[in-house]
């Protein structure tokens, strides 16, 4: 119950800080609902601000704005003349697609990057350590453009733009997977060390095990537990990388419908993406509060206490 309630406070709180931020800036929301036309008549101007209720005060429309929310009422698109519901439907499934895939990717490559470098020195942890560093420091738009160049320009291997199938995905997929795998490195890294410390592992050495069995038989799956805590985290890195990426390589998704409906001050639009992400913030982080202690026994036991 304590999780449900602060999960909707988590949304309360997105929902008020959204309505607020795009009522503060500069602009009139009438002509953000007309649109660039030059032929607006004040009749039709009082005929649409009382249509969408922007006569009346301000805190009316918030509790207008909450009562609509809370009826599974996202409202209708300004700019596309649709229901955001359908408009969030239709480009849903291109954003799901890279998301996932880029955290796959980034937990393999953050996993394998552990087993090649595992018991190879302090030469060639501070390498991985370098590598891994650098991998994080490098902002996604950037990364995105160079690998455009290389690899679409330079090489023709993938496509630039859209869609393209499973190879029109590569690209995306790298551009967000290769920071995000980093930082799962660097963590899964610190708790394999600590974990190659414990009694346990003193035992399975000492019944002449190796270190690359001990490392994949049982300190690798103490070591990818704290994954799970970053969970949330990890989400918001994908929710927040999937916006530069899908605008830098022109694939549809929810990213591109935000960036172009923050321009035209398309507030029903702007509104759901924030709920939608703050949704999904919720869910995996009471997700993750609910499997840790089923992967830890050792969080039953003090729960239990």
């Known amino acids: 119950m304590r999780r449900i309630l602060a999960g909707l406070l988590v949304l309360w ?16 929301q009438v002509d953000a609902i007309l649109g660039p036309s030059l032929s607006v008549t004040p009749e039709l101007r009082a005929q649409i601000t009382a249509q969408y209720g922007l006569d009346h005060p301000l805190v009316v429309q918030y509790l207008d704005y909450l009562g609509q929310l809370l009826r599974g009422d996202l409202g209708r698109s300004y700019q596309r003349d649709m229901p955001v519901s359908a408009l969030l439907a239709e480009q849903v499934g291109p954003t799901v697609q890279l998301a996932l895939s880029a955290a796959l990717a980034a937990f393999v490559v953050a996993v394998l990057a552990v087993l090649v470098t595992a018991g190879s ?7 991985a350590t370098a590598i891994e560093l650098l991998a994080v420091s490098v902002p996604n738009f950037w990364l995105g453009l160079i690998l455009l160049t290389v690899f679409s320009f330079t090489f023709p291997i993938f496509p630039s733009v859209g869609a393209g ?4 995905l590569v690209l995306p997929t790298a551009t967000l997977a290769l920071p995000l795998g980093g930082v799962l490195a660097q963590v899964i890294r610190q708790e394999l060390e600590l974990a190659n410390g414990r009694p346990f592992a003193v035992s399975v050495r000492a019944r002449g ?5 001990l490392t994949l038989r ?5 070591a990818v537990t704290p994954v799970v805590t970053l969970s949330a985290w990890v989400v918001g890195s994908l ?8 605008n830098i390589f022109v694939r549809p998704g929810i990213g591109r419908i935000l960036v172009g409906a923050v321009v035209s001050r398309d507030i029903p639009v702007v509104t759901a993406v924030v709920l939608l992400s703050a949704v999904a913030f919720v869910v995996v982080n009471t997700a993750a509060d609910l499997l840790y202690p089923i992967i830890d026994p050792r969080l039953r ?3 239990r206490a």
């Open 218 to 222: 049982h300190t690798l799956r103490h």
């Open 239 to 246: 929710i927040g990388g999937t916006v530069l990426v899908e």
């Open 301 to 303: 036991a003090e729960s």
């Open 121 to 127: 020195g302090r030469f060639g942890r501070w390498t």
């Open 165 to 168: 199938g499973p190879l029109g």
């Open 13 to 28: 709180g997105a929902a008020t800080l959204t309505f607020l931020a795009l009522h503060l800036i500069p602009g009139d």
């Open 209 to 213: 095990a190796s270190e690359f069995h």
